[in-house]
């Protein structure tokens, strides 16, 4: 690759909300009707030149997974489905973001689109890592940063995540950076 496209394309939707720490946005590549493996590529290039040290993924399926290995782009994958109880997955995906973050990494979250999942569940981060202090303020932040308004299944998520402050989940603690129930992937060191 030569030129301007040597140093990749941004991921459609990208957004800062921990600024230089943690994004969020589509999947790489585009969500399924419009995904492109070039496109793809150039976006995780871009990621890995912006200092990005993990994707983290949301989605259902293992999806693009391969193609971060491909690129030595380190991954962590973190189903969710469509709909149901995650409180189980957010707590694991929460302990393990705070312990990335802590640790310096820079950290870009994903699901297909950026949606109300994706927002939910970074509303919910905010939140649970005492970084906002309510449900409200962390759901006025997202949509104030992707500028739409969060939706039922995003509030719903927001919800879990109050839910899992009230009852006193476990947060961050020394192994936060382990590996957990999540699927992890780091690149090959060929």
Known sequence: MKGKWAAGIPPRNFTWVVQDQLAMSERPGGFAPNHRRVRRQEEIIWLRNQG????????????????????????????????????????????????????????????????????????GYLLWSGRLPGGPQAIAAIEQLVSRQLGPQGRDLVAQAVSLVAMGAPRASKDAGASGPGVDGAPSSS
Do not use: C, I, K
Request: aromatic fraction near 8%.
């Open 52 to 123: 990005f040290t993990r994707v983290v993924s949301l989605l259902p399926s293992p999806h693009n997974l391969a193609a971060y290995d491909e690129e030595s782009m380190a991954w962590s994958h973190f189903p969710l489905g469509p709909a149901g109880d995650a409180r189980e997955t957010l707590v694991d995906l929460y302990r393990q973001l705070d312990g990335w973050l802590h640790g310096g990494e820079r950290l870009l979250v994903h699901q297909e689109e950026l949606g109300d999942r994706v927002m939910g569940v970074t509303a």
